[in-house]
């Protein structure tokens, strides 16, 4: 069974508001954080079946160095996350128990741009 495909996939997503944290790169470098698609298995209301989900993956800078102002460590740290996303409708290939004769329907966050995105180092 192939997995359901993403309303709007392929299409232009939506504009994307930044929330300050984050810089998109101007092009993506390989292994660089990016949008990743697979397929999942989930069962929703008793309906089993395979989805495409999209994540956040790839890599992002961190680095640590002496600061002579504070005579401390200070680490510089950034991780893979969504800067945009939308909702999007599956059918699934089952009937909607609460709606008699209607398929059932799934509704998913799919991130449309991911980015780099500065935050406090752990200790």
Sequence with gaps: MSA?????????PPEATPRGCCLTPASPRPGA???KESEEEVTFQGCTANITVTR???VCA??????????????TCSCC?????YEAELVLPC???????QQLVLTVRVFS????CRQRCGD
């Design 56 to 58: 956040c993956e790839g």
């Design 33 to 35: 954080c990016s949008v």
């Design 113 to 116: 741009s991911c980015a780099c």
């Design 95 to 101: 009937t909607d128990p609460a709606a008699w004769g």
């Design 4 to 12: 359901p495909a993403l309303e709007g996939a392929g299409a232009e």
């Design 81 to 85: 996350r969504p800067v945009s996303s």
């Design 62 to 75: 961190s680095s640590a160095s002496f600061d002579t102002d504070t005579m401390q460590v200070a680490t």
